[in-house]
């Protein structure tokens, strides 16, 4: 992957006037990155004299690639190490009450999905009528599964969408894969040209094609910009699978979400239901979150459900302890 970061922080050096050897902890948020890209590759402008649309488009396929691959790599690692974080993240998966919970989660990576394959099995509902498929050993086109008798998808509602999804633009059908193969979802983002451009295989990019219409497969997914693109009919349906699940849940447990301002979308979602829902109605809540901004992340989430949230009641700044996960699993549905 050494090719798509020089490539990055070229792009850095000319936008953001930082050093090609500066690393990632300097260059700006992701947030002012994908916005600035957005703006102006949306627009068909360009951002400054050498960044034109075209090659904005390629930069953010790039950027979107790399950051897939290094979340395949980074829980990959953890797997293998088998450290005590990771032993934190096996038991609360192992101590869940799995027949009566569900997911919602704004991140792309499939942390829950390889949580939750281990205590349960590799089947999930995204609610979005996303395809259960897998990549086929031989040629490009993908394969629908259809599920088991009995097999039961635990609901895992992605409003951002996953690392694991392909999309087809002239069907419109929507495809999931195991979550430990991310990184051939990755590499479907870079075309062929680009990838002899930037000098990686080109037998891995741009090869899967979809089942039913024999058309390259292409990614969807939310970027960390303050212009969310999320007029796709998966993202529709996700919020529409996430709201409800909102609506109808005893409790709402957030895990390692901070309810930062990007996520405006979100924030009004979650205050319009419980808003909605009345106070004989009203959720509990539950936070767990961990790291060194724990009061920062408690004044945020003070100032946005008020006085429902309480030191030493809810909300854990120590991460997924034995204490935390008690508080967590007497309820019906889980939201990180």
């Given at each position: 992957t050494k090719p798509l970061r020089d490539r990055l922080s070229k792009f850095i050096n000319r936008a953001f006037d930082h050093h090609t050897k500066a690393p990632p902890g300097r260059w700006p948020t992701l947030e002012d990155i994908f916005t600035s890209i957005d703006l102006a590759a949306n627009t068909g402008h360009n951002l400054g004299r050498d960044n034109t649309p075209a090659e904005l488009r390629?930069?953010?396929?790039?950027?979107?690639?790399?950051?897939?691959?290094?979340?395949?790599?980074?829980?990959?690692?953890?797997?293998?190490?088998?450290?005590?974080?990771?032993?934190?993240?096996?038991?609360?998966f192992g101590r869940v009450p799995l027949s009566h919970s569900a997911f919602i989660s704004l991140n792309w990576d499939t942390a829950i999905e390889r949580g939750l394959a281990a205590v349960r099995g590799p089947y999930f509902?995204?609610?979005?009528?996303?395809?259960?498929?897998?990549?086929?050993?031989?040629?490009?086109?993908?394969?629908?599964?259809?599920?088991?008798?009995?097999?039961?998808?635990?609901?895992?509602?992605?409003i951002h969408?996953?690392?694991?999804?392909?999309?087809?633009?002239?069907?419109?059908?929507l495809y999931w894969f195991p979550p430990n193969r991310a990184h051939e979802v990755a590499?479907?983002?870079?075309?062929?040209?680009?990838?002899?451009?930037?000098?990686?295989?080109?037998?891995?990019?741009?090869?899967?094609?979809?089942?039913?219409?024999?058309?390259?497969?292409a990614t969807r997914v939310a970027t960390f910009s303050y212009l969310k693109a999320l007029d796709f009919p998966m993202f529709e349906q996700s919020w529409l699978s996430a709201e409800r699940l909102l609506r109808d849940a005893d409790k709402w447990v957030f895990i390692g979400y901070s309810l930062p301002p990007a996520d405006y979308e979100f924030k009004h979602l979650l205050k319009r239901v419980q808003l909605a829902r009345g106070d004989d109605n009203k959720p509990e809540f539950v936070v767990i979150t961990g790291g060194p901004r724990t009061k920062e992340t408690f004044?945020?989430?003070?100032?946005?459900?008020?006085r429902s949230v309480k030191r030493g009641l809810n909300f854990?700044?120590?991460g997924l302890s034995k204490r935390?996960?008690?508080a967590a699993r007497a309820t019906r549905r889980y939201l990180k």
């Open positions: 390629t930069i953010r396929r790039v950027l979107l690639c790399r950051m897939m691959l290094m979340l395949d790599e980074r829980f990959t690692k953890q797997e293998a190490r088998k450290g005590s974080d990771w032993e934190r993240f096996s038991r609360f509902d995204y609610g979005c009528e996303a395809l259960r498929a897998e990549f086929p050993s031989v040629g490009c086109t993908v394969r629908t599964l259809n599920p088991e008798q009995g097999e039961i998808g635990i609901p895992v509602v992605k969408g996953s690392v694991n999804w392909l999309y087809c633009d002239n069907c419109r059908r590499w479907q983002l870079l075309k062929s040209d680009e990838a002899k451009h930037l000098k990686v295989p080109s037998d891995l990019c741009s090869k899967w094609e979809c089942e039913k219409c024999a058309v390259p497969l004044d945020t989430y003070q100032r946005f459900f008020g854990f700044p120590r935390a996960i008690e």
